[in-house]
């Protein structure tokens, strides 16, 4: 009797409606706006602002230190020239694939869940590709000279090599970034207005006014909205594939067993949105926690980012079982020499470690009761972040550490300031994270009202913001 109690009120819990009744456009209005306008910031907002701004100062210690004396400070040996700086690029630049997923792609199929966390997820793609961009730079040696990556005219007439996998990579996160950046501010352009009209100082008003771009809420300024927003949906789309498929390729197009493989472009995509849903769970089971956003960040919506972290996580688990068939089956001795390696080598309790985070832990998602539990569902996306970490880690390392000359063999073992370089990182993530939810609504508000427009069975096809334009007209 008590498991059957559990089990209704789970299943009642992920029966949730995308919004809770009983909201108007005024009461959503209101409780997003209040977050920015209000003026009480939690006592953990600052808490948590104090300990970003700790790291962020690692971060900014380690990078001096490595422009004074080089990449020489990091744990890089002869086999093992790519390190934590690789790891970390490919791992960031997937935390960042969730947003545009979320924003882009749920948008073209009608999804009406991506509204409560769609914007908070845009900006965490900003974030996490601010921080991939870094790891390239000042892997570079020299990276005061990362302009040259730009094939621009100069009077040398030297060009980048654009067989190197360096260009790829500018370009990808260029196209990526510039992207992401116009569909995150083109969606914001009506909250800025609406934040612009309820702000109470003189100062809020004019640089809200300034952003919003003189929006007034018209007719015609719904209609090009609407078209240039799913111009830029349709533009994004692509990228969540064509980016991380890049990344891949820096590995396939090599020869080096571990590496040199077809599998690596979708195996490195579907890696991606698994690790970057963790992320978005990670930041919104405390968002909705600090903030009382419970009735609009939903378990509806927690539990269908659990099933796509749950079909994500299935598909790199299968890419491991077919990384070591095709090892096997290959019949080629140096790739079945790496797969052994992995498993049984010097990195071999990170091997297992890994298949236990990303292919183990996730199991339990299979079950509503696991879904509705929001503290077990919040521990589940801490595992796979650190599981993605370590497959990022085994990739590069496992590859590197025992090549074709056995003669340069060595172990690779990171520096600690590869590991404050690392953490670092987060400080600059969670700082930028913690500034934008402070001044800009982390929900979208005209989204939102979009919602109870639906919900009220009136015209869904039109935004709530136009109506009301249309009643005022």
Not at 136 to 161: D, E, K, M, N
Not at 197 to 226: C, I, K, M, P, T
Not at 264 to 270: N, T
Not at 425 to 446: K, W
Request: hydrophobic share 55%.
């Amino acid at each position: 009797m008590r498991s059957e109690n559990i089990r209704q009120s789970a299943d009642a819990k992920l029966a949730a409606p995308v919004l809770e009744p009983g909201y108007t456009y005024k009461s959503i209005t209101d409780k997003i706006s209040s977050v920015v306008l209000s003026g009480r910031t939690p006592l953990s907002w600052f808490i948590g602002l104090g300990f970003s701004f700790l790291l962020l100062g690692l971060l900014l210690i380690a990078v001096g230190y490595l422009f004074a004396y080089g990449v020489g400070i990091w744990g890089l040996d002869i086999p093992v020239a790519w390190g934590f700086a690789i790891i970390n690029f490919v791992w960031w630049i997937g935390i960042g694939h969730a947003g545009t997923l979320i924003s882009a792609i749920l948008l073209l199929f009608r999804q009406s869940w991506r509204t409560s966390i769609n914007r908070f997820a845009e900006a965490m793609t900003l974030f996490a590709v601010a921080n991939a961009a870094l790891f390239p730079i000042l892997h570079l040696g020299r990276p005061w000279f990362f302009y040259w990556l730009i094939p621009y005219p100069t009077a040398f007439g030297v060009w980048p090599q654009f067989r190197s996998p360096l260009v790829w990579d500018f370009f990808a996160i260029a196209t990526y970034a510039l992207v992401s950046i116009m569909f995150w501010y083109m969606g914001l352009i009506p909250d800025l207005a609406t934040l612009r009209d309820r702000a109470r100082s003189r100062f809020g008003q004019v640089v809200y006014g300034v952003l919003a771009l003189g929006w007034r809420n018209s007719v015609a300024h719904w209609h090009r909205f609407e078209r240039a927003y799913l111009l830029l949906a349709a533009l994004a789309t692509p990228l969540v594939v064509s980016v991380h498929s890049i990344v891949g390729l820096d590995f396939a197009t090599s020869l080096l067993p571990g590496w040199h493989s077809t599998m690596f472009p979708p195996y490195f995509v579907a890696g991606a949105v698994f690790s970057g849903f963790a992320m978005v769970l990670t930041l919104a089971i405390p968002l909705r926690a600090v903030y009382d956003l419970r009735d609009l960040i939903t378990m509806h919506h927690l539990d269908n980012m659990a099933k796509v972290m749950l079909a994500t996580g299935l598909m790199v688990v299968y890419g491991y079982i077919m990384e070591a068939f095709v090892a096997w089956y290959s019949g080629n001795m140096f790739e079945q020499y790496v797969a052994i390696n992995r498993a049984f080598g010097p990195y071999g309790p990170f091997y297992w470690l890994l298949l236990f985070c990303n292919g183990l832990a996730i199991q339990p998602l299979w079950f509503r009761r696991v879904r509705a539990n929001v503290p077990l569902l919040f521990i589940i996306a801490l595992v796979v972040n650190v599981g993605m970490w370590l497959e990022r880690f085994i990739i590069v390392v496992t590859s590197l550490h025992r090549d074709f000359l056995p003669s340069s063999w060595d172990i690779y073992i990171p520096t600690w300031w590869d590991w404050a370089t690392f953490l670092g990182t987060f400080g600059l993530f969670l700082t930028l994270f913690f500034l934008f939810i402070r001044v800009l609504p982390a929900i979208s508000i005209f989204e939102m009202r979009e919602l109870v427009h639906e919900e009220e069975g009136e015209a869904a096809a039109v935004p709530a913001g136009r109506a009301e334009a249309e009643l005022v007209s």
